[in-house]
């Protein structure tokens, strides 16, 4: 069976990440608004919200480098019981530092479930597929996106202690149903088609090859302004008085909007190609970011979640395809690793950095330096290549060099 031949897979694939995602973006706000019963400040909040990246930041490469040499599939479901249970745990801890820990539990185990999924996609979608399949496979995070901020909404009451240990157990047991959707997931004959039979490349090799640094560095900031945005905003409304219910409409109003981004993402890369889309996308989601800083009324904040939402959407499919169609092909897994490993170092960073400016310039200042580093992602887009996607016939591979990098002709 070739790539992309059939995709009942890819159905599938989405459905789990479904539930994986929605787990997680229901425990990452409920989370925060627990740390803040047991007394956390701005500070202690964005130590909890690094945390999560943490433990992934070190596992990530060596996770790409046996996925390009083995199955992906068994990442899948050790990622769901990982996610699972660092959801539920941190909804009985009783302290700042316990939670941390199963807050990085969590992460650990998004990780594995979206090393699996990304090698996934890759190696069961033909070259000319990745953009749109890539983008299909990212509408399962939007939905976890979706659903998860406005559940943690509706179950989170005045008493933040109790109800945000229950939105956590809830999220422990919505997580776990991911498992229903990955029996049989990966199709026999798949590993050879991208991990081939070469030496294996050095991670130097890897970050010289034209295209990939870009794509890390944009989907370093694109996943940053995400997930300050889930960490964040419940803070922001604590500041301006809105209620958690309403936080997690706007939460799930930003991630609609980036649904609906991606299903209308092949028609906007014919119009535009992928290096117009993505430097303009980050052009406008920088000025977003800085707007969410502002003093507005809720109706004008909704109004700019849902831009910002849309302008995200473009960001992680499509750096996703520019890492893989610019890495050797015998290490697509461990190119996607690395653009992982770029994600926890912004999600260690940025909501460390983050909790700093919050506690000298208040709660909305980090949306201010999520804007400085998705205009500096703006610039680097520009300088990105056309994806082979964009210049050549369905199927056909790039040259390369005896290092597996990219020549040109």
């Known amino acids: ?31 925060s608004y627990r740390a803040l019963a ?12 690094g945390v999560y990246a943490l433990l992934p930041l070190f596992a990530a490469v060596p996770l790409g480098r046996r996925t390009d040499h083995g199955r992906c599939a068994p990442l899948l479901p050790a990622g769901v019981v990982l996610i699972s249970g660092g959801c539920a745990l941190s909804g009985i801890a009783g302290s700042l530092v316990t939670m941390a820990l199963w807050s990085g539990v969590m992460g650990l185990g998004h990780l594995c479930f979206v090393i699996g999924a990304q090698s996934l996609v890759a190696r069961q979608s033909a070259p000319h597929e990745q953009d749109r399949n890539f983008g299909h496979f990212t509408i399962g995070a939007s939905l976890g996106q979706l659903a998860g901020p406005v559940a943690a909404g509706v179950l989170i009451g005045p008493d933040m202690a109790t109800s945000s240990a229950l939105a956590l157990l809830v999220a422990g047991a919505g997580g776990a149903v991911a498992l229903t959707s990955l029996w049989r997931i990966e199709r026999p004959g798949a590993l050879k088609s991208l991990s081939g039979h070469g030496e294996r490349v050095p991670v130097r090799g890897i970050l010289r090859a034209r295209g990939v640094p870009a794509g890390i560095l944009i989907s370093l900031a694109v996943l940053s302004a995400t997930d300050i945005l889930t960490a964040y905003l419940p803070v922001v409304g604590e500041h301006r008085g809105i209620d958690p219910a309403v936080i997690g409409l706007l939460l799930s109003l930003r991630a609609a909007a980036t649904i609906a981004c991606r299903l209308v993402l092949t028609p906007l890369l014919r119009l535009l190609g992928r290096t117009a889309l993505l430097t303009v996308t980050c052009l ?13 009324p809720v109706w004008a904040l909704a109004s700019v979640l849902a831009a910002l939402g849309f302008c995200l959407g473009v960001g992680q499919p499509l750096s996703m395809t520019t890492v893989v169609q610019a890495a050797p092909a015998e290490a697509r897994s461990t190119a996607l690793a690395l653009r992982l490993t770029g994600n926890r170092l912004g999600q260690v960073a940025a909501p460390a950095a983050a909790g700093l400016i919050a506690g000298v310039a208040g709660a909305a200042a980090p949306f201010l330096m999520l804007g400085v580093l998705l205009l500096l992602s703006s610039g680097v887009a520009l300088r990105t290549p056309a994806g082979p996607a964009e210049d050549r016939p369905p199927g056909r591979e790039p040259a390369r060099d005896r290092s597996g990098c990219r020549t040109t002709r």
């Open 1 to 31: 069976m070739t790539p992309g031949g059939n995709r009942g897979w890819l159905l599938r694939l989405v459905i789990a990440f479904s539930f994986a995602q929605g787990a997680v973006s229901m425990a990452r706000p409920a989370v």
């Open 38 to 49: 047991l007394g956390a400040d701005e500070r202690a909040i964005g130590v909890i919200a």
């Open 284 to 296: 406008l989601a920088a000025l977003l970011c800085a707007g969410v800083a502002l003093p507005v």
